[in-house]
């Protein structure tokens, strides 16, 4: 009854405190129960801390309470264990959420912190500190409960009031709680040896945050250096250091193999601020020579992994040496992926991801990197684990142009490994299987890419991949884990190859069936597939047809329904909108003259957006828009302008897209409104509709404006470099600070990340604060530059050549039309005519003068 209790207390506060709202009503006058108010909730602090403090003897003494088993599943599943954990899983909760005044937003909210910090955490650490102290002295605790404790001690880390409490008994929280708890336990070496699958899978578990007692001891650990230096790192660090040499100096019958492995676990633990203090980065060279070096050559299969571990953590360091020290890692690593130990090769693996990036470590890889894939494959037939997979992915990056001679037999055993973990993350729920199975998909993506400049290539690889793009494709959503990265793969073979075959047009039709049917929020990642299809055989795409369900639908019809779908769905983001308007963009692109029947639904689905977006204070949907207004009036600016005037829409267009031209940031926008708006100049003005008669001047304005800004902005562009330097610096690693020092026993922990954090949480925090958008995950999508790779036909045309071309044709053909129309232009557009007709001629000049020296 009483864990009932607790868990239904759990589920009513773990959110949220009823009454803690701002300025609401007192919760006492209607009837609430006014939890944020001390008083109220203290009783229910005595509950837990009663409930943590309660003994549990074991069941031969005869005491209450009565029948403690033995066995270890069944005393983890005994209701006073799942009591007493959910007594600290309570208490740890209200302690990080509710006992912070730095986190709390209203008056009510910072009075219950103060309360619950300066007396109900001081009176519940005491327990905590009881429940850590059974292990040390010989009896049971579980897993569980030992997890939370350290939780809520974490917490009780940062506070000045709890932190004065558990200072003076550091020594017992890291030497006689956290270290124990770090070193490996009797069943996890039998594990080790016996069931190396398991230990693969425990360890790799992305669910052991949440219930593994040695990681919240490392988490703990690590916040106590950070945080309170001066009280815990040299101590520690000399402690740790004493156990290492203890075992290098001990006869080998008393080496301690399991304190070594913990020691070598709390250093690595410390990698990244031991390597960014200067003190203590200069020793971790010795470290790893006189203490790791030797543990690849151990006997002690779980020293070998943790050597190949520790190299993962400090591949950072600095060797001061001729280079001899990583040529021997290298070698130690490469000869454990043959490791008789599954989990030794896993971590081998693992960790010569780290090493690849190390200057000198190509030049010992490469002769070698026939076998070392063998090795790989060797592994992932062994196991599905997506580490693995990512380790041969940045193999393959960092050899990618040695990979060809390669690449059939890769993608043929990825493809092969992608099938085995697809069934087993299928049949037997294993999710490190099916995080693998992505994995070889994003390592097939690897190989194209390094791969992709030979077309040849690309075609041997093809039907080794069709089946799996089909397959991930076609079955009505079974496989939408897998359905971005297919579609990279995809994009490879749309992209890079000048001809599509007819079975890559297969996955046309698919793409719209997954789009329509299950994977509607993937649009985004169809686009790129859908514009190649499109401009890589117009022709095929303006005869073929899909037969579905339905019927037999075009191509085209099934990419407008794909439009229109996202367009008038009221769940389609902003950016989905303007991937959706990209595909016509392409259709006009790369099917001149061709699709006339069709500009009537363009206009009536771009100007409907264009009409949602008008009063928007973000231009960027506007701006796709114009992109394909821009594109239409280039392909026929004499039907594009009827399509316009049969709406009576063309001044209020234009007045708009002439104010928003100043937020087009990107090269694409700019290029179709200059390609656009100058090929109206094409039309004889008496053909011309009275609405853009009127704005003739302006029209002529802003496509030279635009197109010089364009020429300028170029020049300045290749003018510049980069400063790699700058570059550098911005990339440099996070200050962690004096590792001896930290904050003082009367200061409270301060952190930027976490302030900003909770600005967010609460929303008083300035949305120019970066760092609020970034932990909440609210950058800007707008921000996003969906045309950032599209290539067209229209790359080809040089803007200021094509203004000037198309506007001295126009003067030669109307001279008294046009003259008129220079009288009514202000001086300084004249003198930008001039300007743009200079800068054609020089231009010309240049390309003529680089023809004559080319040949």
């Known amino acids: 009854m009483l864990k009932q209790i607790l868990k239904i207390f759990w589920s009513s506060t773990q959110f949220y405190l009823p009454g803690a709202e701002p300025g609401g009503e007192d919760p006492n006058e209607n009837g609430g129960i006014g939890l944020a108010r001390p008083d109220i909730l203290q009783p229910w602090f005595d509950i837990l801390t ?168 490392i988490t703990l650990v690590k916040d106590l250096v950070k945080q309170r230096g001066q009280d815990v790192t040299q101590n520690l660090l000399t402690r740790m250091t004493e156990i290492l040499h203890r075992y290098s100096n001990s006869p080998v019958e008393q080496l301690n193999h399991i304190e070594k492995d913990g020691a070598l676990l709390t250093f690595g633990s410390l990698a990244k601020p031991l390597l960014s203090t200067p003190k203590y980065a200069t020793e971790i060279e010795g470290l790893l020579t006189t203490s790791v070096f030797p543990d690849f050559n151990s006997p002690i299969g779980f020293l070998r992994y943790r050597a190949c571990w520790m190299v993962q953590q400090f591949s950072a360091v600095k060797w001061t040496d001729d280079g001899t020290n990583l040529k021997k890692l290298l070698e130690f690593v490469l000869s454990r992926l043959s490791d008789p130990a599954l989990p030794v090769q896993i971590e081998a693996s693992k960790a010569l991801r780290f ?10 890889l490469l002769p070698v990197l026939p076998q070392l894939l063998t090795e790989y494959f060797r592994i992932m037939n062994e196991i599905g684990n997506d580490e693995v997979v990512s380790a041969l992915q940045v193999l393959l990056e960092k050899f990618g142009e040695h990979i060809e001679p390669h690449a059939v037999q890769l993608v043929t055993q990825l493809s092969q490994a992608f099938d085995q973990y697809c069934s087993a993350g299928d049949d037997q729920d294993d999710d490190d299987a099916a995080l693998a199975a992505a994995q070889c998909l994003e390592c097939i993506a690897t190989v194209l890419k390094g791969v992709c400049s030979s077309e040849a290539m690309l075609k041997k690889l093809e039907p080794l991949l069709l089946p799996l793009v089909l397959k991930i494709l076609g079955d009505d959503g079974d496989f939408i884990e897998y359905l971005e990265c297919a579609l990279d793969i995809l994009t490879f073979l749309t992209y890079f190859q000048g001809q599509l075959s007819q079975e890559l047009w297969q996955c046309f039709p698919l793409i719209y069936v997954a789009f329509d049917q299950w994977a509607y929020d993937y649009l985004n990642m169809m686009v790129p597939c859908l514009q190649s299809y499109i401009s890589k055989s117009p022709a095929i795409f303006l005869s073929g047809a899909a037969n579905l369900p339905e019927g037999q639908i075009s191509y085209m019809n099934l990419i407008i329904s794909m439009v229109t779908k996202t367009i008038t769905n009221e769940r389609a983001s902003e950016m989905e909108c303007r991937y959706a308007l990209s595909l016509f963009m392409c259709i006009l692109h790369n099917c001149a003259g061709q699709v006339d029947p069709f500009l009537p639904f363009f206009n009536e689905i ?121 570059e550098a610096a911005a990339l440099a690693g996070d200050d962690v600070g004096d590792l001896d020092q930290g904050f003082g026993e009367d200061e409270d922990v301060t952190n930027e990340a976490d302030e900003a954090y909770r600005k967010a949480l609460m929303g008083t925090s300035d949305w120019d604060d970066d760092m609020a958008k970034f932990l909440m995950g609210d950058w800007d999508e707008d921000a996003e530059d969906v045309d950032e790779e599209y290539e067209s036909p229209l790359d080809a045309i040089d803007e200021v050549i094509f203004v000037n071309d198309t506007l001295k044709l126009a003067f030669q053909q109307e001279p008294t039309a046009y003259q008129q129309i220079q009288t009514a232009l202000p001086p300084e557009s004249v003198q930008a005519v001039q300007q743009l007709f200079a800068a054609a001629d020089s231009l010309r000049a240049q390309a003529s003068q680089q023809a004559t020296q080319q040949s």
């Open 50 to 217: 009663v409930t943590l403090k309660k003994p549990l003897p074991e069941a031969s003494t005869g005491q209450e309470p009565l029948g403690q088993p033995t066995d270890l599943d069944a005393r983890n599943a005994w209701p006073w264990w799942k009591v007493k954990k959910w007594s600290v899983q309570i208490m740890s909760r209200m302690f990080s959420r509710y006992g912070f005044t730095s986190y709390a937003d209203d008056v009510t909210s910072k009075e219950f912190a103060r309360y619950f910090a300066n007396v109900v955490a001081p009176q519940f650490l005491g327990p905590v500190f009881e429940t850590l102290n059974l292990r040390p002295t010989g009896q049971f605790c579980t897993d569980r409960v030992v997890h939370l404790c350290l939780t809520f001690v974490t917490s009780a880390v940062e506070l000045s009031a709890t932190y004065k409490l558990l200072k003076p008994h550091l020594d017992f929280l890291l030497y006689q709680v956290c270290f124990p708890v770090l070193c490996l336990s009797q069943s996890d070496v039998e594990c080790f040896e016996n069931d190396p699958v398991e230990f693969v899978h425990k360890q790799n578990s992305p669910l052991a945050d949440f219930y593994d007692p040695r990681l919240s001891a």
């Open 355 to 364: 090493l690849i990036e190390t200057d000198g470590a190509d030049e010992a």
């Open 606 to 726: 771009s100007l409907g957006k264009l009409g949602q977006q008008i009063s928007s204070k973000q231009p960027l949907t506007r701006i796709s828009v114009y992109q394909v207004l821009g594109s239409a009036l280039y392909y026929n600016p004499q039907l594009q302008l009827m399509e316009m005037e049969k709406r009576g829409v063309t001044g209020q267009v234009f007045a708009k897209w002439f104010q928003d031209i100043e937020a087009m940031e990107k090269w694409l926008p700019r290029k179709m409104t200059v390609l656009g708006i100058t090929s109206i100049f094409k039309l004889p003005t008496q053909s011309m509709p009275q609405s853009i008669v009127a704005i003739i001047p302006q029209l002529l304005h802003t496509a030279v404006r635009v197109s010089l800004m364009m020429k300028e902005e170029s020049q300045k562009k290749d003018g510049d470099g980069l400063d790699e330097d700058g």
